[in-house]
């Protein structure tokens, strides 16, 4: 039978494309529809990777601007070239979209370009992403995974409009231009990061967040240091407000109107607003009214612990379910699909234990269970906190603001949760990661040699702190 595959893969980001690979690695005739002309996703082409690739840039401009000079390296004229700098991030990208389009050939997946919609239970229909009227293609399948992502949400009064200034995420790492005033709406990890690089190459910043807090579903301590950190960055940040309204100024100018939860009016001016207050699942011309696939009221699709949709030959993973949205949840909802419809027996992803990071500077990290979360479950426990200011290598490498927060369970020691602000943070959380899966306690952490100078001594001293109430270096 023509275009029958075992499976049919719609989106192509790292949930996506991932499956798709190990699809085919399990001996299953594998195809993937995406309607973009560029594989890879969110992540790849608009999220992850070119925001990291211009926070990177931005922060390399911050130190030699600020802290070079006090290793002795000076410069007689130092300046920032903001085309190059995203001439580089576009760069990165398209070397990356490359070696996707390598994997789907090295493993011989059938790529469509389109938009895939549902017909039937066991056939999509892939038409033209400027025509939905014009059919290209059918396609037949064993089974589906929908892996098709989210949009940004914005205020409901509003569209997304570069020539109004009123600017998502995709707007803003696309710039044209360094703005002179950035009002970022919403105190979350896309807000951070992005007000961290506009703010690096000069850009004054304005962060504007509902709730009491930044960075709100993380731990308190983490929200407090990192806004101190920020503000000691000439950032501006106004929590507990409502954004009431929205307006363009001038040909130059946005205003911004607010009101503080104690009901005072306050106003703001910029030359963008940057509106990053979450993202939508995208489910859009797919057809899942066709065969019933079930949604919920917030537009996520509903699945069962298998990520098995209400059609028991169709699976949706990553953003498009819900839950944190993070491309490597993804990418092993994929993987366990994919082993599930395949025979296998995978390993379920222990949801707790998925770490969440923000790659300002320094960057942040968390995994498994706040404090807060800990005192609502009634459970008791101990804390060790130990600053990142006392290792030798956080001084030598000149990046001393921060923490290693570990808290554990008082009567076994059984770590609980691990919570990092400090330089390589993104990397030093998985220490955390492979120890909460393993159940391990403070003290195997302690007990463990760990190299010195290092930033992971910090885990080793806030162990001690833990299970014995002390330390060797506080």
Same mark, same amino acid.
């Given at each position: 039978?023509?275009?029958?595959?075992?499976?049919?893969?719609?989106?192509?980001?790292?949930?996506?494309?991932?499956?798709a690979?190990r699809?085919?690695?399990?001996?299953?005739?594998?195809a993937?529809i995406?309607?973009?002309?560029?594989?890879?996703?969110?992540? =790849?082409?608009?999220?992850c990777?070119?925001s990291?690739?211009? =926070?990177?840039?931005?922060?390399y401009?911050?130190?030699?601007?600020?802290?070079?000079?006090?290793h002795?390296?000076?410069?007689?004229k130092l300046?920032?070239?903001f085309?190059?700098?995203?001439?580089r991030?576009?760069?990165?990208?398209?070397?990356?979209n490359?070696?996707?389009?390598?994997?789907?050939?090295?493993?011989?997946?059938?790529?469509?370009?389109?938009?895939?919609?549902?017909?039937?239970?066991?056939?999509?229909?892939?038409?033209?992403? !400027?025509?939905?009227?014009?059919?290209r293609?059918?396609i037949?399948?064993?089974?589906?995974?929908?892996?098709?992502?989210?949009?940004?949400?914005?205020?409901?009064?509003?569209?997304?409009d570069?020539?109004n200034r009123?600017?998502?995420?995709?707007?803003?790492?696309n710039?044209?231009?360094?703005?002179?005033k950035?009002?970022?709406?919403?105190?979350?990890i896309?807000?951070?990061?992005l007000?961290?690089?506009f703010?690096?190459?000069g850009?004054?910043?304005?962060?504007?967040?509902?709730m009491?807090?930044?960075?709100?579903?993380?731990?308190n301590?983490l929200?407090?240091?990192?806004?101190k950190?920020?503000?000691?960055?000439?950032?501006?940040?106004?929590?507990?407000?409502?954004?009431?309204?929205?307006f363009k100024?001038?040909?130059?100018?946005?205003?911004?109107?607010?009101?503080?939860?104690?009901? !005072?009016?306050v106003h703001?001016?910029?030359?963008?607003? =940057?509106?990053?207050?979450?993202?939508?699942?995208y489910?859009?011309?797919? &057809?899942?009214?066709?065969i !019933?696939?079930k949604i919920?009221?917030?537009?996520?699709?509903?699945?069962?612990?298998d990520?098995?949709?209400?059609?028991?030959?169709?699976?949706a993973?990553?953003?498009?379910?819900?839950?944190k949205?993070?491309a490597h949840?993804?990418?092993?909802?994929?993987?366990?699909?994919?082993?599930?419809?395949?025979? !296998?027996?995978?390993?379920?992803?222990n949801?707790?234990?998925?770490p969440?990071?923000?790659?300002?500077?320094?960057?942040?990290?968390?995994?498994?269970?706040?404090?807060?979360?800990?005192k609502?479950?009634?459970i008791e426990?101990?804390?060790?906190?130990?600053?990142?200011?006392?290792? &030798?290598r956080?001084r030598?490498?000149?990046?001393?603001?921060?923490?290693?927060?570990?808290?554990?369970?008082?009567k076994?020691?059984?770590?609980?949760g *691990?919570?990092?602000?400090g330089?390589?943070?993104?990397?030093?959380i998985?220490e955390?990661? *492979?120890?909460?899966?393993f159940?391990?306690s403070s003290?195997?952490?302690y007990?463990?040699?760990?190299?010195?100078?290092?930033?992971?001594?910090?885990?080793?001293?806030?162990?001690?702190?833990?299970?014995?109430?002390r330390?060797?270096h506080?």
């Amino acid at each position: 039978m023509k275009n029958l595959y075992d499976l049919v893969v719609i989106g192509s980001g790292p949930g996506g494309y991932i499956s798709a690979i190990r699809a085919s690695q399990l001996g299953l005739r594998t195809a993937i529809i995406e309607k973009y002309q560029k594989l890879g996703g969110t992540c =790849l082409n608009v999220g992850c990777i070119p925001s990291k690739s211009l =926070l990177d840039s931005s922060k390399y401009f911050f130190l030699a601007k600020k802290n070079y000079s006090s290793h002795g390296i000076f410069f007689e004229k130092l300046f920032m070239d903001f085309r190059k700098m995203m001439d580089r991030k576009n760069k990165i990208v398209e070397n990356i979209n490359n070696g996707i389009k390598y994997l789907m050939k090295k493993n011989k997946i059938d790529v469509y370009q389109g938009i895939g919609s549902f017909k039937t239970k066991n056939i999509l229909s892939v038409t033209d992403i !400027k025509s939905f009227q014009k059919e290209r293609k059918e396609i037949q399948f064993k089974y589906c995974i929908i892996s098709t992502g989210s949009k940004p949400l914005c205020l409901s009064q509003l569209n997304f409009d570069i020539e109004n200034r009123i600017i998502s995420s995709t707007e803003a790492i696309n710039l044209k231009e360094v703005p002179k005033k950035l009002i970022i709406i919403g105190g979350g990890i896309i807000g951070l990061e992005l007000g961290s690089i506009f703010n690096r190459l000069g850009s004054k910043i304005i962060i504007l967040e509902t709730m009491d807090k930044i960075i709100s579903n993380m731990d308190n301590s983490l929200s407090q240091e990192m806004r101190k950190i920020l503000e000691k960055s000439s950032i501006q940040i106004e929590t507990s407000l409502s954004v009431t309204s929205i307006f363009k100024k001038n040909h130059e100018e946005i205003s911004v109107l607010a009101k503080y939860h104690d009901g !005072k009016e306050v106003h703001f001016t910029g030359n963008y607003c =940057l509106i990053s207050i979450g993202r939508i699942p995208y489910t859009k011309n797919m &057809g899942l009214e066709n065969i !019933k696939i079930k949604i919920n009221k917030k537009g996520f699709i509903v699945v069962n612990d298998d990520l098995q949709t209400s059609v028991n030959n169709i699976y949706a993973i990553g953003d498009v379910i819900g839950g944190k949205m993070l491309a490597h949840k993804a990418e092993e909802e994929g993987l366990y699909v994919v082993e599930h419809i395949s025979g !296998k027996k995978p390993n379920k992803l222990n949801y707790d234990l998925i770490p969440s990071i923000i790659y300002t500077y320094p960057e942040v990290a968390s995994v498994g269970q706040s404090e807060n979360e800990i005192k609502k479950d009634k459970i008791e426990y101990n804390i060790g906190i130990f600053p990142m200011k006392i290792l &030798g290598r956080a001084r030598t490498s000149g990046c001393t603001d921060g923490f290693l927060k570990m808290i554990s369970h008082k009567k076994t020691d059984e770590i609980l949760g *691990v919570h990092i602000i400090g330089d390589h943070a993104s990397d030093m959380i998985m220490e955390a990661s *492979v120890a909460m899966e393993f159940r391990s306690s403070s003290e195997d952490i302690y007990r463990i040699c760990h190299p010195h100078p290092t930033l992971s001594e910090a885990f080793k001293e806030a162990a001690q702190l833990n299970f014995e109430n002390r330390s060797i270096h506080i």
